[in-house]
């Protein structure tokens, strides 16, 4: 069997077509909620030759459900519950959300690393010492991790 181009590419975008809210469900953004709603229908039957024919309509204030159709048809009045689901979406930057980083013990934190430019951070001897502090717990106590 060949695999279609056409084929490939439909799968492709039908993966990333649902990716967002996938990964919104992993980092907690995304909560499914479900609940259930009573409704009340009129069903009309009617049963010809061993065949059972249903028409549902909306129930209507100004027509009776057991006028909606005439003789064979028998009309009754039902309460069916459907099961709905919502999607809600909490704001975030797309690593965690809002609520979690703003939360975070120490977000605001700030440390003063004199005669240290951003490109230097990287290598540098005061980044070392800052998250050594930040490791034992000097800077927030909530990092504090025992030494191996």
Known sequence: MRIQ??????????FLGTMN??????????????????AVKCVCTKSSGGI??????PVDEDIDCDDRLPSP?????????????TNKYKP???VVTNESSFNF?????????????????????NTKRVLLNLYDGKIVPYFMTIER
């Open 92 to 94: 975030s930057d797309g």
């Open 21 to 38: 809210d996938r990964w919104l469900s992993i980092i907690g953004a995304r909560v499914i909620e479900y609940s259930e709603v009573t």
């Open 52 to 57: 059972v024919e249903k028409v549902y309509f």
């Open 73 to 85: 048809w028998n009309c009754n009045e039902i309460t069916t519950k459907q099961q709905v689901v």
């Open 5 to 14: 181009y056409r084929d490939l590419i439909l799968a492709g975008n039908a």
């Open 105 to 125: 013990p120490g977000v605001n934190a700030t440390v003063k690393m004199d005669k240290s430019n951003h490109m230097q951070m990287r290598n540098d001897g």
